[in-house]
């Protein structure tokens, strides 16, 4: 049996949607700070926090960008108890994974109030074992995420599922094959070093059979 590691954003949930208008309101409480526009929003989601940041404000210093990021985040958490967020077919795959005995766990670059919120309020945190994210282990980097989780999880049959290039750099630092969803927030070629590739969820299923 197979043990798959989820990336969230742009993998099993979309949130930009509900995130840009909230950026865009925190960010303009500065009025000397640039505003990004919803697609340099869009791009930065699945980025490490810091990289994140500092490439939507790159103007902003340590004290604005933590006033922001915590006030979309506050108002983010708040919202998503009351939006389905999910991506197309979540549900009926982690489900069938599950019921075929493979193991399912997160890897995500968020934080544990971010995670703890997506898993438990679209209603799929019992679908997962240990789910981790960058905040939980005190990382800098996807692929330390990773080596936590094999701290008590075996690499052998292990496979990273995500939408951007850190998932792919993540799952080869810890000597996994990725599996890039080109359904989530990747620039045109940042996913060709995966080893698989799909287009829908509903995919995995055909990649990892009864």
């Given at each position: 049996m197979a043990l798959l590691i989820f990336d969230l954003d742009g993998t099993l949930v979309e949130t930009t949607q509900l995130s840009i208008p909230l950026i865009q309101a925190e960010v303009k409480r500065y009025p000397h700070l640039?505003?990004?526009?919803?697609?340099?929003?869009?791009?930065?989601?699945?980025?490490?926090?810091?990289?994140?940041?500092?490439?939507?404000?790159?103007?902003?210093?340590?004290?604005?960008?933590?006033?922001?990021?915590?006030?979309?985040?506050?108002?983010?958490?708040?919202?998503?108890?009351?939006?389905?967020?999910?991506?197309?077919?979540?549900?009926?795959?982690?489900?069938?994974?599950?019921?075929?005995?493979?193991?399912?766990?997160?890897?995500?670059?968020?934080?544990?109030?971010?995670?703890?919120?997506?898993?438990?309020s679209q209603g799929i945190m019992d679908y997962f074992d240990n789910p981790l994210c960058i905040e939980l282990v005190q990382g800098r980097k996807k692929e330390e995420i990773l080596k936590a989780h094999f701290t008590v999880l075996p690499k052998q049959g292990a496979y990273m599922v995500g939408d951007r290039s850190s998932d792919i750099e993540a799952a080869h630092a810890n000597g996994i094959p990725a599996i890039a969803c080109h359904f989530g927030f990747a620039e045109e070629g940042e996913l060709e070093e995966a080893e698989y590739h799909i287009h829908s969820l509903l995919d995995l299923l055909e990649l990892f059979p009864e």
């Open positions: 640039k505003m990004p526009e919803p697609k340099a929003i869009q791009s930065v989601f699945g980025l490490p926090k810091k990289e994140f940041w500092e490439t939507l404000i790159p103007d902003g210093n340590d004290k604005e960008i933590l006033d922001i990021q915590s006030g979309w985040e506050v108002k983010l958490l708040e919202m998503m108890n009351e939006q389905d967020v999910l991506l197309p077919h979540v549900k009926e795959v982690l489900s069938a994974l599950k019921q075929m005995g493979h193991r399912l766990t997160t890897a995500s670059n968020c934080s544990t109030a971010y995670l703890e919120r997506i898993l438990e």
